[in-house]
């Protein structure tokens, strides 16, 4: 039975792309053909895989995987000793979900941590087990567990970068869209390149043009930096009788490293005296920049 609930969700995805596409397998290539598809293995390094992600993320206080290698390693040590056989589905089922992550998916994608999240229900069921077993003598760590879980989860969820700005790129954003979308259409120009790229794909009217891209997984370092540039730069010029949107501008890591030179321009070139305030959206201001 259990082989067989872990066969039937890949069986059906693939059946029913087969059935409904003609492509039974479009569950394991589709997103590989946004890049490069390669074989699995070959796209598979140490330094990038998530065994190596855990070992340095292990003993950082602020990293988000923080404890769980050692966390783990306690975890099978006290099923072995206890020779514990209701831990082999389980492990079994942790075992798959780490294998499935390391080789069996995205193979043309770099190796997010959220994606983790798949192993959390077997890990936390075995470290449940371990904890069941402990006699009196041990009582104190049992009960010291979930309070150190909750001070690991609080020291790894405090530094995430910009997650106090999702707010601003997200809830805000959405209302400025909404806005937009009740006024006459026209190109739409912020400071900051997450309102910008947001802002020309929710409001896009036509087809949206996406470039052919190759991951920069598999890019070497020069490659790299250079991905990491928005040629062309937006022209401020072509957005006259557009809009222009002043919120907030916090860089992001994600951002091309020569937005700077854009804000400079963005600053310098629109002509803030002929600007007419439409609407005030929370701490985003619309204006209307006159065709003539």
């Known amino acids: 039975p259990a ?36 074989n699995p293995i070959d796209a598979w390094s140490l ?6 992600m ?25 099923l072995w000793l206890r020779r514990e056989r ?3 589905l389980p492990a079994a089922w942790l075992a798959w979900a780490a294998l499935y992550l390391e080789l069996g998916t995205l193979p043309n994608l770099t190796k997010p941590a959220r994606y983790l999240t798949l192993c959390t229900i077997p890990a936390a069921l075995l470290a449940a087990l371990a904890l069941e077993g402990l006699d009196g003598r041990l009582a104190a760590l049992a009960a010291a567990a979930p309070a150190a879980a909750l001070a690991a989860a609080a020291l790894a969820l405090s530094p995430l970068p910009a997650r106090e ?8 954003l959405n209302r400025v869209a909404a806005r937009l979308r009740s006024l006459p259409p026209g190109p739409v120009l912020a400071e ?3 309102w910008w790229a947001k802002l020309g794909v929710y409001l896009a009217r036509g087809r949206l043009e996406v470039p052919a891209a190759t991951d920069p997984a598999f890019l070497d370092a020069a490659a790299r930096r250079a991905r990491r540039r928005l040629d062309p730069l937006p ?18 890591a994600g951002w091309p490293s020569d937005w700077g030179r854009f804000r ?8 803030w005296s002929r600007l007419r305030e439409v609407a005030r959206v929370g701490a985003a201001t619309i204006y209307r920049w006159p065709a003539a």
């Open 3 to 38: 082989l067989a609930g872990a066969a039937l969700a890949p069986l059906l995805a693939v059946a029913l792309f087969g059935v409904l596409g003609g492509r039974p397998l479009a569950p394991l290539t589709g997103t590989a053909e946004a890049g490069a598809l390669r």
């Open 47 to 52: 330094d990038d895989s998530y065994m190596a």
């Open 54 to 78: 855990l070992w340095r993320e292990a003993a950082r206080p602020r990293a988000l995987l923080f404890l769980v290698l050692p966390a783990l390693a306690l975890t099978a040590a006290a």
């Open 86 to 88: 209701r831990a082999l």
């Open 165 to 172: 700005h999702r707010a601003e790129d997200v809830v805000l």
């Open 192 to 194: 900051g390149y997450t």
């Open 235 to 252: 022209r401020v010029a072509d957005y006259r009788g557009g809009y222009v949107v002043l919120g907030p501008a916090r860089p992001r």
């Open 264 to 271: 400079a321009r963005f600053r310098a070139e629109v002509p």
